[in-house]
């Protein structure tokens, strides 16, 4: 292991970012450096966060300049770069070559459009036998008569989303929601039509409806070393996401499971090595029935939700750090059970739907194996602006479930 300073910087303030730095600390006892367009409560009044707000974060010239002067201003430290949000993520693959003092464990460019895109990256699916569910990719909006269940091969409802998350987000609008679901024709075009109006120019995706609630749906990550060995592999069983317009589908709790039995890894790991893959990567995958599992997509960085990784035992810090370039070749398939959660544990009881689940999740915790995110003792102790802050948070996340969850359909 390299035994220079280790400096974490981070493109970002949310949840992600937190979770980051969190892992950071409680393996190397160090504060991560944050840049980001503004504040977010995620990360504020942190002791283990260093903040920096730079209105035009989001600008790869204005990025390449504060990461160049944080690298002059820290010439002996070895430091370790993440993007904490999909945009973020997508400038540092793009611009890796020209930030060499920083280890970034991401995938190279040349993969970025073959993977980031779900219509590209469903063809990579059909290569290495990965399911996914039934899709019809469409570059324009349809007429009712093109949407049809007979012309799409799948019965309404059906989910609507766009291909790239990435350039979807630069164009909001009234009703900007991350995933849809059309009842009928009418209903999917006029989706369609409000998306491409709003300036969007990418693929949308028409995809059959999975039946199921949160508690179906699993989440995978991967980190791959910098030649492309996947090197770990952890499993989570989520219990809820949250619904709101724009946080639909974001992991709020998850119960850890053993990978080495679940159906779709070894195709998904045979699919990292073989493309070359580097770095983490993030899956989501929803239980169809039986041993059918269909993954929908991936995210080129760590989840929003990475801690549920390092909180069963398999801290993702270390595994930037002293994976990354050891010249091993051993995968770590985690098999420990943990519990994680960003919202009140009783949340995550109340609205989870299998309770056979939320019996493991208390279980879990009365064994001491669970972790949330932002209870994070160090940070909290003596801390009273960062405590009141967390109390709001998780207050806040009981109103959202109150007013979203009953209405929200998955």
């Not at 790869?60 to 690298?71: G, H, K, P, Q």
């Not at 699916?125 to 093109?146: H, R």
């Not at 969007?200 to 749906?217: F, H, R, T």
């Not at 850890?256 to 073989?274: D, G, H, S």
Request: include cysteine; charge should be neutral; proline fraction near 5%.
């Amino acid at each position: 292991m390299n035994k220079k300073e280790i400096i974490p910087v981070l493109l970002g303030a949310d949840l992600n970012c937190y979770n980051l730095a969190r892992a950071f600390h409680e393996a190397y006892g160090v504060v991560s450096y944050a840049f980001g367009r503004y504040e977010i409560s995620a990360t504020k009044y942190s002791k283990i966060i260093r903040f920096t707000t730079v209105p035009d974060m989001d600008d790869e010239t204005v990025m390449l300049r504060v990461l160049t002067d944080f690298a002059d201003a820290h010439p002996d430290a070895q430091l370790y770069l993440f993007g904490c949000t999909d945009d973020y993520a997508a400038m540092i693959i793009r611009r890796r070559a020209e930030l060499p003092r920083y280890i970034a464990a991401c995938p190279d460019a040349a993969l970025y459009e073959s993977l980031q895109k779900k219509a590209a990256f469903y063809q990579v699916c059909d290569q290495y036998g990965i399911p996914y569910p039934d899709t019809v990719v469409l570059d324009e909006t349809p007429n009712a008569a093109q949407v049809t269940e007979e012309a799409l091969g799948f019965a309404y409802p059906i989910i609507v989303k766009p291909s790239s998350s990435v350039d979807y987000w630069k164009y909001p609008f009234d009703g900007m929601k991350k995933v849809y679901i059309a009842k009928d024709p009418a209903d999917t075009v006029k989706i369609i039509g409000e998306i491409y109006k709003s300036g969007y120019p990418d693929k949308m995706i028409l995809q059959k409806l999975i039946p199921g609630g949160d508690s179906e749906m699993r989440v995978l990550t991967a980190f791959s070393d910098e030649t492309g060995k996947v090197r770990a592999m952890c499993l989570g069983h989520t219990m809820i996401e949250e619904h709101t317009p724009k946080g639909l589908g974001n992991h709020a709790a998850i119960v850890t499971e053993p990978v080495a039995a679940f159906p779709v890894a070894e195709n998904i790991k045979n699919m990292l090595e073989a493309i070359g893959y580097t770095g983490f990567s993030n899956f989501d995958i929803k239980h169809a029935g039986g041993g059918d599992y269909r993954v929908f997509e991936i995210n080129l960085r760590q989840g929003r939700s990475n801690y549920y990784v390092t909180g069963s035992g398999m801290n993702i810090a270390r595994l930037a750090v002293e994976k990354w370039q050891d010249g091993g070749t051993d995968c770590a398939m985690q098999e420990t059970a943990a519990f994680w959660h960003h919202v009140p544990a009783g949340v995550a009881y109340r609205y989870t739907e299998d309770k056979a689940l939320v019996q493991r999740a208390k279980e879990l915790k009365r064994k001491g194996k669970s972790t949330c995110s932002l209870q994070y003792p160090y940070d909290l102790r003596g801390n009273i602006l960062r405590r009141l802050c967390v109390m709001e948070q998780l207050r806040r996340q009981r109103g959202k479930f109150r007013k979203y969850y009953p209405k929200q359909e998955r």
